[in-house]
């Protein structure tokens, strides 16, 4: 399995923990970036993911080559998925295994923290007054 990938498909746990678990590791700590119903003040009924799939999967390889550095002999995977999710479905499952709890915990964080900051995957929130991207001020079409 491929610890890193951009998806349309239902994200499994199972296919992430299996992309870091070892016997040398004695911490997993696993992710899940949910779908919620509101997002700055606002409703949200519903959220579609696009993404330049080979690129966003490059530049989670690269994520977690700088986050492995930081943290030697972390294992790292990330499965993000792509179209239309409903509320409450997982966009994002990220895994960190390590052979103590700290690094394990700081790594997996590292992890999704740099994914939402740099990854090419985008997301537009739909809400009662119509569809806007998120993080592009001018394409709200709802004042903020």
Same mark, same amino acid.
């Given at each position: 399995?491929?610890?890193?990938?951009?998806?349309?498909?239902?994200?499994s746990a199972d296919a992430v923990l299996a992309c870091v678990r070892s016997r040398e590791q004695g911490a997993v700590v696993?992710?899940?970036?949910?779908?919620?119903?509101?997002?700055?003040?606002?409703?949200?009924?519903?959220?579609?993911?696009?993404?330049y799939v080979s690129m966003a999967e490059k530049e989670l390889e690269r994520i977690a080559a700088?986050?492995?550095?930081?943290?030697?002999g972390v294992r790292l995977a990330a499965h993000h998925r792509i179209g239309a999710l409903e509320i409450g479905d997982d966009a994002v499952v990220c895994? *960190? $295994? &390590?052979p103590h709890r700290d690094a394990?915990?700081?790594?997996?964080?590292?992890?999704i923290d740099r994914v939402k *900051? $740099? &990854?090419?995957?985008?997301?537009?929130?739909?809400?009662?007054?119509?569809?806007?991207?998120?993080?592009?001020d001018h394409s709200l079409t709802v004042p903020r």
């Open positions: 399995m491929n610890p890193f990938r951009v998806t349309t498909e239902v994200l696993v992710f899940f970036g949910c779908v919620r119903d509101h997002s700055g003040g606002l409703p949200v009924t519903k959220l579609e993911y696009e993404a700088a986050v492995t550095s930081e943290f030697p895994a *960190a $295994s &390590a394990a915990f700081d790594a997996c964080r590292g992890l *900051a $740099s &990854a090419p995957i985008w997301k537009r929130e739909h809400g009662p007054d119509g569809p806007y991207w998120v993080g592009w």
